[in-house]
């Protein structure tokens, strides 16, 4: 059975960092390209950024471009985001999704989610 | 850089059927794979719909999608509405500058 869980949220001040982890489960974590997606309180889903299985090519979205690193260990089964110079506007849930192959394809798209972990950015 | 936009909220009885629309603001809907995700309340997303009109595994067939080239939209259609489909659903589909792109949502009341 997939698994995915976030860790790693909680409130910081605006300037801030944090490193969001996810620890994944259940498949050859290696063999697929991972994302982060979040989604602000009452709002839709923003996709953040994307990792190939390799760890060699990253995305990101133009609103943390700069901001935030997605990176990935498969030695541990684990994705990270570090997310630093934190606003307001980054207070969200965030989910880590799973692509359905190794590559970062946008065709592809995001068969397993985790459920999620709550960043606050707020002084 | 291109929207998704998705009606507000819907409501329908149960074994009714429900259609949910997501246009697409510039660009072919056609040419890039459409895909649906559910959320129910306090949980994450999972996947009904896949490449415009493709089901995971476990999803009912009452789940169903298409693709509408002369009103450059995507439509979920859920058939046999159970109350336990009452959610959020988000479309999502991409292209070369924008990487995913997800709509804004649609609440789906089941009353």
């Known amino acids: 059975e997939v698994q995915l869980l976030e860790s790693g949220g909680g409130l910081v001040q605006p300037g801030g960092s944090l490193r969001l982890s996810c620890a994944a489960s259940g498949f050859t974590f290696s063999s697929y390209a991972m994302s982060w997606v979040r989604q602000a309180p009452g709002k839709g889903l923003e996709w953040v950024s994307a990792?190939?299985?390799?760890?060699?090519?990253?995305y990101y979205a133009d609103s943390v471009k700069g901001r935030f690193t997605i990176s990935r260990d498969n030695s541990k089964n684990t994705l990270y985001l570090q997310m630093n110079s934190l606003r307001a506007e980054d207070t969200a849930v965030y989910y880590c999704?799973?692509?359905?192959?190794?590559?970062?394809?946008?065709?592809?798209?995001?068969?397993?989610w985790g459920q999620g972990t709550l960043v606050t950015v707020s002084s | 850089n291109f929207m998704l936009t998705q009606p507000h909220s819907v409501s329908e009885s149960p074994g009714k059927t429900v259609t949910i629309s997501c246009t697409r603001s510039s660009g072919s809907i056609a040419s890039n794979y459409v895909q649906w995700y559910q959320q129910r309340p306090g949980s994450a997303p999972t996947t009904v719909i896949y490449?415009?009109?493709?089901?995971p595994s476990g999803v009912p067939d009452r789940f169903s999608g298409s693709i509408d080239s002369s009103s450059n939209s995507a439509s979920l259609t859920i058939s046999g509405l159970k109350t336990e489909d009452e959610a959020d659903y988000y479309c999502q589909s991409y292209d070369s500058s924008n990487f995913w792109v997800f709509g804004g949502g649609t609440k789906l009341t089941v009353l």
């Open positions: 490449e415009d009109n493709q089901r």
């Open positions: 990792i190939s299985g390799s760890g060699g090519s990253t």
């Open positions: 999704a799973k692509g359905t192959i190794f590559g970062v394809v946008m065709s592809d798209y995001f068969d397993y």
